[in-house]
């Protein structure tokens, strides 16, 4: 909506004359048993402050001790990311203040990450596939967590729940690679993913276990050299990225055509009101007074750890999809929705080798099994259909037991109930009718009910077949073979009237 002002422009008119530039910063809290720097749990939940020891709380005196498993699974996502990981990387103390921070400072990695110079490919739009590349992955531990709301003395003051202090992170920085919100969805999408099959992450936004924060600028159009950034946290969704990047769009395209320019800083994204608003100018690295942390010697990673994770990796998404559509020829669209969750390809493969149709059965899961998933808000793990029972109804279907109408009440029906569709056909009468005899006699019939309407496709309203075949499938109950009912339907109407 474009202000009173009028310097403001359509979203098609921005676009044509500026392009988006867009980098992403994704926090991903790793799935350890214990926090990073000390035996407390790593879990989501407790009452506050109940996980919690003097290390995680910053206690004087108290030394952190590295987490093997936190560094294995960053290394599983380092390379499911084909990153170059580093043989020595280095912890630094990253200091500010603020009350969910009890040391004073973050243990991260500043100058010498863990990895760097990774890709995570995204569709290109025209079909093909495109390399989002990555600046670098490094560890760090999480802060704990503010607690304004909720308590009996919220309206005074607020709480701080050090439960989430020292969860061990990863910090995931994209290169300014990508050009729009549905590249950035897209982005987030396949790494989510990727990180799900890595067994590194639960992929949860809402308990906040993947957290992103959106930088975004504009040049114009055919203009190598990057504008100024805005740098957008508070994003709790992939669609609240892409909704704030729009938002993003719009806003410093106005700023630059009144020709002001952007100050680098830190945006708040408020999902209700749709908007962003400025936070902070933003921190330079020297605001920080980075060191390295005393405490903790550099983080030497062999490469026999390194192979001996690498070899352990399951295939990973995109390799899934590229086999699936060699071994099971399905187009390229099929296999990155079946293959963006591990459980979803299993189940899919599973169904597709019994049943013998690939294809046939991708429909089956993609437009009828994930909609009833998504309906029902369950995993593919909980699904009624088994994939064996999925397979024996694309079976019954190609070998023409019953008609494609049929097949999706039967599948409704096994969703319901759990039962084979074998049974619900055989119980319920389904079997489709090609008997030509058993459909003529349906045909006669209506034909003798119907003289005006047949008059009517005699005089050359040859478009009333469909209304015909209509009133001979209620008569079946549905179960006409519909290429046979056609033959005969247009025989009996276009033949020399009885
Ligand atoms: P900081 O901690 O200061 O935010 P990082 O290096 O962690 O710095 O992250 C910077 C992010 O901003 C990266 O994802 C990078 O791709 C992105 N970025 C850098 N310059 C631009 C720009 N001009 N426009 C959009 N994104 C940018
Ligand atoms: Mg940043
Ligand atoms: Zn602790």
Not at 472 to 490: D, E, F, S, Y
Request: one cysteine or more; glycine letters at 8%; charged letters at 25%.
């Amino acid at each position: 909506m474009p202000p009173a002002d009028g310097v403001s422009a359509s979203r098609e008119d921005v676009l044509a004359r500026y392009e988006p530039v867009i980098g992403l910063e994704v926090h991903c809290q790793l799935l350890t048993r214990t926090k990073i720097f000390c035996g407390c749990p790593n879990r989501f939940g407790g009452e506050p402050n109940t996980l919690v020891c003097p290390v995680c709380l910053g206690l004087p005196g108290a030394l952190p001790v590295l987490s093997r498993e936190a560094v294995e699974l960053a290394l599983r996502a380092a390379i499911a990311t084909r990153c170059q990981v580093h043989e020595v990387s280095v912890f630094a103390r990253k200091n500010y203040f603020y009350p969910d921070l009890p040391k004073g400072y973050q243990i991260s990695q500043y100058d010498q990450p863990l990895a760097t110079d990774g890709a995570v490919e995204i569709p290109a739009g025209d079909g093909g596939w495109r390399q989002v590349r990555l600046e670098r992955i490094h560890m760090e531990e999480d802060a704990g967590k503010m607690l304004h709301e909720g308590m009996p003395w919220s309206s005074e003051r607020s709480g701080v729940d050090f439960n989430r202090s020292s969860v061990p992170l990863i910090e995931i920085v994209s290169r300014p690679d990508m050009r729009s919100a549905e590249e950035a969805y897209e982005y987030l999408t396949a790494l989510k993913a990727v990180l799900l099959y890595a067994g590194v992450s639960d992929g949860n936004m809402e308990e906040g276990s993947l957290r992103c924060d959106a930088n975004i600028s504009l040049r114009p159009r055919g203009s190598e050299a990057f504008g100024t950034r805005s740098e957008i946290k508070n994003l709790n969704s992939f669609r609240n990225v892409a909704r704030a990047i729009e938002h993003e769009i719009l806003r410093h395209a106005a700023l630059l055509d009144a020709g002001q320019k952007i100050p680098l800083e830190t945006r708040l994204w408020n999902a209700d009101r749709g908007e962003t608003v400025a936070m902070r100018s933003k921190e330079e690295s020297h605001d920080y007074r980075y060191f390295p942390e005393p405490d903790l010697p550099p983080l030497v990673v062999s490469a026999a750890w390194i192979a001996e994770v690498t070899a352990a990796l399951p295939e990973l998404p995109a390799d899934k999809r590229r086999r699936f559509v060699a071994q099971y020829a399905i187009p390229d669209y099929d296999a990155s929705v079946l293959t963006l969750s591990r459980a979803v390809a299993d189940y899919y493969e599973a169904a597709a080798k019994t049943a013998g149709n690939a294809k046939a059965t991708s429909n089956w899961v993609m437009n009828e099994v994930l909609r009833k998933l998504n309906e029902d808000g369950r995993e593919i793990a909980a699904s009624p259909v088994t994939p064996e029972a999925l397979a024996e109804l694309v079976k019954l279907l190609d070998g023409g037991t019953i008609s494609g109408k049929i097949a999706k009440d039967v599948f409704e029906k096994m969703w319901a109930t759990g039962d084979a569709p074998g049974a619900i056909v055989a119980r319920e009468g389904l079997v489709q009718v090609s008997d030509e005899g058993a459909l003529q006699k349906a045909i006669d019939e209506v034909i003798a009910q119907s003289p005006e309407q047949v008059a009517t496709y005699r005089k050359g309203k040859t478009g009333t077949l469909g209304w015909f075949v209509g009133q001979v499938m209620k008569k079946t109950g549905g179960k006409a073979n519909p290429q046979t009912l056609n033959a005969l339907l247009k025989k009996a109407l276009d033949g020399p009237a009885a």
